[in-house]
């Protein structure tokens, strides 16, 4: 059974710092392109960052680029989410995904993933 279990989330003031872990069992990911979405009550889920199978720079939301880093060590079938600078705007809870491909255009959006975590909560206070 493919599980995908996200952890590091929690409560820090606005400025601070969260690294998000997003380890996957069941099945290695270390061919399938990763990603990280949010979702704050009453919205959609949205993209926030994603990166190839490979590794490499990631590619980010405008509204979190320059701020978080995504990156993945597959020999520990685990993805991370680095967050500085952290904003209000930023309080969602944070969900990872994985694909079944390399990478394609849909990686942007939640149906480019097959594997989904359960999500752990960012609250970013003032």
């Known amino acids: 059974q493919v599980q995908l279990v996200e952890s590091g989330g929690g409560l820090v003031q606005a400025g601070g710092s969260l690294r998000l872990s997003c380890a996957a069992s069941?099945?290695?990911?270390?061919?399938?392109?990763m990603g990280w979405f949010r979702q704050a009550p009453g919205q959609e889920r949205e993209f926030v960052a994603a990166i190839r199978w490979s590794g490499g720079s990631g590619y980010y939301a405008d509204s979190v680029k320059g701020r978080f880093t995504i990156s993945r060590d597959n020999a520990k079938n685990t993805v991370y989410l680095q967050m500085n600078s952290l904003k209000p705007e930023d309080t969602a809870v944070y969900y990872c995904a994985a694909a079944r491909s390399a990478w394609d255009i849909r990686v942007f959006t939640t149906g480019g993933y097959d594997y989904w975590g359960q999500g752990t909560q960012v609250t970013v206070s003032l």
């Open positions: 069941g099945r290695t990911f270390s061919t399938s392109a």
